[in-house]
């Protein structure tokens, strides 16, 4: 599946927000829209603060997203438009966080399209004002082989902090999801035909951002009790009910403070062995 965000993939500020816009893509293209909706809203809480941020505009770590928007407002650092959609899209998220009744695609589209509509004035005002861009918005769908063809596996990859200047990557593992389509793969654990499906997800996001990592592990995502796969969002439930924390210092949710042995014990729960 192609995604409408690729154009952050260019700077080292915006890169590590494609994880978890793809993981919003995907949930809308499998109509799981209140779900897709708690996630916009969560990205531009992050955004709003970025915002803050680049402007010298101080803010509590504990303040609010509603806190956040004031600041915005007082500073006057967001146009109308912008100001409306943060403000639209808050609300929407909220109201998706707390109630029973499911959210329809025209919102989860909606939702999304504004959410675009953030993200590229924000890189055109904010991140990179001397390179605008023009990107267009596509309605995430789900190929057709992407149940059929493509097997899951889940990867664990670190960053090299030796060379300097990654201090906040010290100490976490990011733990994610790739494909593997190419039949005649060696499909063992840690194989290097997993490993190279693996490295080809991740440099979507990292390659360009230069930063140095290694993928530490490579396993399928498979239970072969009921013959079905699991994905990366399994592995993260599990380590999170273990009290494994998010690393607060890095954006999305497949950053964790932990180690790559922790993070392997996390599959055989997700597999239904343990």
Not at 101 to 115: F, N, P, S, V, Y
């Amino acid at each position: 599946m192609e995604s409408s965000f690729n154009f952050l993939a260019d700077d080292f500020d915006t890169v590590e927000l494609l994880p978890y816009l793809e993981n919003i893509e995907v949930l809308y293209a499998e109509n799981h829209f209140t779900q897709e909706l708690v996630e916009v809203r969560k990205v531009l809480e992050f955004v709003a603060r970025q915002i803050l941020d680049f402007n010298y505009v101080s803010i509590d770590s504990y303040a609010t997203f509603n806190d956040c928007l004031r600041k915005l407002k007082k500073h006057k650092l967001l146009p109308p438009n912008i100001n409306n959609r943060f403000h639209e899209w808050k609300q929407e998220g909220n109201e998706n966080a707390h109630e029973l009744q499911d959210a329809t695609k025209i919102r989860g589209l909606e939702g999304l399209k504004g959410l675009f509509d953030v993200l590229v004035w924000y890189m055109n005002n904010i991140i990179n004002p001397d390179n605008q861009i023009n990107p267009k918005f596509a309605e995430p769908k789900l190929e057709v082989n992407y149940q059929t063809n493509e097997r899951k596996l889940i990867y664990i990859v670190d960053i090299d902090t030796d060379k300097g200047g990654l201090d906040r990557y010290k100490g976490s593992e990011k733990i994610g999801e790739a494909s593997v389509d190419d039949l005649e793969a060696n499909l063992s654990p840690n194989s290097d035909d997993l490993k190279e499906a693996a490295t080809k997800r991740v440099n979507k996001y990292l390659k360009t951002s230069g930063l140095p990592y290694t993928i530490q592990w490579a396993q399928l995502a498979f239970r072969s009790e009921d013959k079905s796969w699991f994905s990366d969002r399994d592995v993260h439930a599990v380590l999170e009910r273990s009290g494994i924390k998010h690393t607060k210092e890095l954006n999305g949710s497949e950053w964790f403070k932990t180690d790559v042995e922790t993070g392997k014990k996390s599959y055989p729960s997700c597999k239904g062995t343990s």
